[in-house]
């Protein structure tokens, strides 16, 4: 086992390598940089000093070309320096871990919803299939996979925000503030992502578990006169849990570019906040800074999914 | 302690398949006693299955079944039971043992917890209990090391092994009919006479009637009291085994007969098949069903279907033509 976490972990090194520099050059390759931003270039009320703008470059280090910069902010990685903000001189690293905590909250909370939705409406579509139950619960599915996250939050903000008033629409409280609150806020950003995430979960779950139902050991199940609820829940779901396992945790991966929608509507002071802000005013390191932690997040997950694929099935383990 | 268990009254199975709707048990009568051995022999896709699953209504998840007739236990009308009633006596009354212990058992759970759940469940034992009559059972059933093999997973045992465990879970709650639908086709020959002669000594302990089903009637010969033939649905031929195997009236039942391997020749010997295959049961001959593979054959064998007929003491056949023996 450790030797296979060895492996995964050395892995992530390529991995970092390459989505590191694709996106360094990419946000460098976007028209205007962080000396833009500072000099207040592009809002209304600014007077382009160019003089002024190239002092700033060379003040920051810009004036290099991006190879070399790109190389000097790597060896800092190397070392645990992840570079500062070049506009508030704030760490990166502290930036993100300010941050991070709220993401990981919301992305949690969005996947625990999710699968809470996905497994009653999985087995009981699976153990309907065909009948009037699946095929409403499939349209359900299939209507929430056609709607975009964002109209979602909206529609949920305007619902029970808006017009109901049982959670706040926007706003981050802290947990150790204020538990129930910190929930409360959390409630309706993790229901939009989770209503985007369920329908793909339960479907990937009603099809294994479909194919579950039609083994050997099922029959011999009901043969020992057991109940349906029993043999769904004691002798099936486990065996049709791999498919889902896995593609939570390809989805949490997938969920992180959600958050970044969501969060801004929510307005919850995430990551994802973090990446756009970064990304709009050029702060080159912040966004590597993230990328770096994607990186090793997505390597985690995985390497999660392979752990429990051993829990479920005592196959793998051998 | 003999007495009627079951009998099952002109059982018509019909599943809908992709092709259209098929009976695959067709008018099929017989009785069981109490503690009786009832052998039930045919070829593949004569219905053996079907029958058996009927009984115990257990079917696969994705075929939609209908029957007609009637499957009287212990004066009750299996057929006509709600869902909740039934779901007591599988288990509990009647028991199964599948063909094969390879896919029967859950490969996700533990021996013991697939042994444990029964015992909770249909005989109510607490969780400490069940686990010591767990063993005990296991014992009895010949399996070594057995409170061992309880957090053991099936794929650690071998196929006699877990048939064994299969055959501990069936017989736990001492049930009156078990159903043994074809228990040792998957196994290595040198473990079949061991499972068959093991499912004789426990249904003789606890005087549990058993429907053993097989496609040989060499292993029906030697375990069974009474034996049915099954042919294209039907019930071709039904009498008590030595009368059977020394007396066969219908033609398809000498040519099983010619075909089996003697229990004494090598394995894999080569088998004499019967030349031909059985009719589609979608569309099934007017006459009899064996027509165009007996030998025997004359014109009312196409035009009319025989009725199975009682000749004489309980020797029942279904041919225009029996055989002179
Ligand atoms: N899943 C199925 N879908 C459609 N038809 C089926 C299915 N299973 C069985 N049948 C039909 O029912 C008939 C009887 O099948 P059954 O499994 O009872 O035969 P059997 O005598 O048990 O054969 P075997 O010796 O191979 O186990 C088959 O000929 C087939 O046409
Ligand atoms: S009825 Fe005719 S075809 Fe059928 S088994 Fe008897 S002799 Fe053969
Ligand atoms: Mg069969």
Redesign the pocket.
């Known amino acids: 086992m450790l030797k296979y976490i060895r492996r995964k972990l050395i892995h992530l090194i390529p991995i970092t390598f390459a989505v590191t520099a694709l996106s360094f050059f990419f946000v460098d390759m976007l028209p205007g940089d962080v000396a833009d931003a500072i000099a207040g270039v592009g809002t209304d009320n600014s007077v382009i000093d160019e003089a002024a703008i190239e002092e700033i470059r060379k003040d920051l280090g810009l004036n290099r070309p991006v190879i070399v910069r790109y190389f000097s902010w790597l060896a800092g990685v190397f070392t645990g320096e992840f570079g500062k903000s070049y506009q508030t001189g704030q760490l990166v690293s502290e930036a993100i871990a300010i941050r991070l905590p709220v993401t990981l909250q919301l992305l949690i909370m969005a996947q625990f919803l999710a699968v809470l939705f996905a497994i009653p409406a999985g087995i009981i579509t699976a153990y309907k299939a065909g009948k009037f139950t699946d095929k409403c619960i499939t349209t359900i599915t299939f209507a929430f996979l056609a709607a975009p996250s964002f109209i979602i939050a909206i529609i949920l903000a305007f619902l029970f925000a808006v017009t109901l008033n049982w959670f706040p629409a926007t706003g981050y409280i802290p947990f150790s503030e204020d538990p129930l609150g910190n929930l409360r806020s959390f409630t309706l950003p993790s229901l939009a992502l989770a209503l985007i995430e369920w329908p793909i979960l339960s479907r990937v779950l009603r099809n294994d578990l479909i194919e579950t139902l039609q083994q050997d050991y099922i029959l011999m199940a009901k043969a020992k006169g057991l109940s349906n609820f029993y043999i769904l829940m004691r002798h099936a779901l486990r065996p049709s849990s791999f498919t889902l396992i896995t593609v939570i945790g390809i989805q949490l991966g997938n969920l992180i570019s959600g958050a970044v929608i969501v969060e801004s509507i929510f307005a919850l002071p995430g990551v994802g906040t973090l990446l756009v802000n970064s990304i709009h005013s050029r702060e080159i390191l912040m966004v590597q800074g993230i990328i770096v932690i994607m990186a090793i997040a997505y390597v985690i997950i995985n390497l999660v999914v392979d752990i429990l694929y051993g829990v479920l099935d005592p196959r793998v383990r051998e | 302690m003999a007495g009627l268990l079951l009998e099952v009254v002109s059982l018509v199975t019909s599943l809908a398949t992709k092709s259209g709707k098929l009976n695959a048990v067709d008018e099929v009568s017989f009785k069981i006693d109490r503690g009786q051995s009832f052998g039930i022999v045919g070829e593949s896709g004569s219905g053996k299955s079907v029958l058996s699953r009927t009984i115990i209504r257990v079917h696969a998840e994705n075929r939609i079944v209908s029957t007609k007739g009637e499957i009287i236990f212990e004066g009750r009308n299996l057929l006509s039971l709600p869902e909740k009633e039934m779901r007591k006596i599988r288990g509990r009354e009647i028991a199964m043992v599948f063909q094969n212990p390879m896919s029967s058992l859950n490969p996700v759970k533990k021996i013991g917890e697939q042994i444990v759940e029964v015992l909770i469940q249909k005989l109510g034992l607490s969780r400490t209990d069940s686990r010591y009559r767990a063993i005990e059972l296991m014992n009895s059933m010949g399996i070594a090391e057995s409170e061992k093999q309880l957090s053991n997973y099936p794929m650690n045992l071998s196929g006699g092994m877990r048939q064994r465990i299969a055959i501990a879970i069936a017989m736990a709650p001492e049930p009156k009919l078990l159903i043994a639908d074809e228990p040792t086709t998957a196994l290595d020959v040198t473990i079949q006479g061991q499972i068959l002669n093991l499912l004789q000594e426990q249904t003789n302990k606890f005087n549990t009637a058993i429907i053993l089903i097989s496609h040989n009637l060499g292993v029906i010969s030697r375990y069974t009291d009474r034996v049915a033939v099954m042919y294209s649905g039907q019930f071709v031929e039904e009498s008590a085994t030595a009368e059977l195997m020394k007396n066969p009236m219908?033609?398809?039942t000498s040519a099983l007969m010619r075909s089996v391997p003697d229990l004494t020749s090598p394995p894999h010997t080569k088998l004499r098949a019967i030349d031909g295959m059985p009719p589609s049961l979608l569309e099934t001959p007017q006459g009899?069903r064996?027509?165009e593979r007996?030998q025997?054959?004359?014109d009312k064998?196409f035009s009319e279907m025989?009725e199975i007929i009682l000749n004489g003491g309980d020797h029942r056949y279904r041919?225009?033509?029996p055989l002179e023996n």
């Open positions: 219908m033609p398809y009899c064996f027509q007996c025997g054959v004359r064998c025989p041919c225009w033509y």
